[in-house]
């Protein structure tokens, strides 16, 4: 617990000395406030676009896109990556087709999903949910496949179902791999949707951005930045809560070897 206060300690005094080193520069050099804005500017694009309520609406319709996607692009990642790694034949014929979806780039395919999907939010889910969807599923493809064949083995020998294997040894053994890539998806996830706000959309902090880059206004650019930066670290933060909790006994077994 101390040692989570030090760190917490050490990021609040690198935040406030980043700040500092900004302000200070932005002096010295005199930067114009249409390249860059002081921080006291930022902050106080910040602070008017929250009181007054003007990021509300694009902050939930950003959240709601990131949110719905990246939680179907995930479930289908970790199902398809499972299904893939129980049966070889199928990874064989598959494999091919989802390694050339990964290597088409989004941005590129934005128009088409729009097309299908709409002018909306649709289109955003659909997006974000292809984005998440790749570093879920080699994880999930490579936890599964690196358990100890000893303990499959012993199930065996046991009589235990594949599906009793799957579910009680093989994904609890690549649990630790899979929250990995949910991490990973997590700026993935807000990558795609401010990718599908600049597109086509009617709200989002995407088109709150490029609205604002239409207008010059700098400092509600940076102060857009700010939040979509503080919704990334929220999302890492509870995921990694997620993590402890669910892959629990990892955190005692460090517990044990630091102790040793």
Known sequence: MKFRWLEIAVSVFLFVASLLLWDMAIRLFKVPAYLVPSPLSVGAALIDGLVNGTFYPHIAATLYAVVAGYLVGCFLAVVIGALLAEVPLL??????????????????????????????????????????????????????????????????????????ILLNVKLPAAASSIFAGLQISVAMALIGAVVGEFIASKAGLGNLLQASSMTMDVATMFAVVIVLAAIGVIGNEILQYLHRRVVFWESRTHAVAESA
């Open 91 to 164: 990874e064989g014929a598959l494999m091919p087709y989802i390694v050339a979806l990964q290597s088409m780039p989004k941005v590129a395919l934005a128009p088409l999903i729009i097309v299908w999907f709409g002018f909306g939010m649709s289109s955003k889910v659909v997006l974000v949910a292809l984005i998440c969807f790749f570093p879920v599923f080699i994880n999930t493809l490579v936890g599964v496949r690196s358990v100890n064949p000893d303990i499959v083995n012993l199930y065996r020998a046991f009589r235990a179902s594949r599906w009793n």
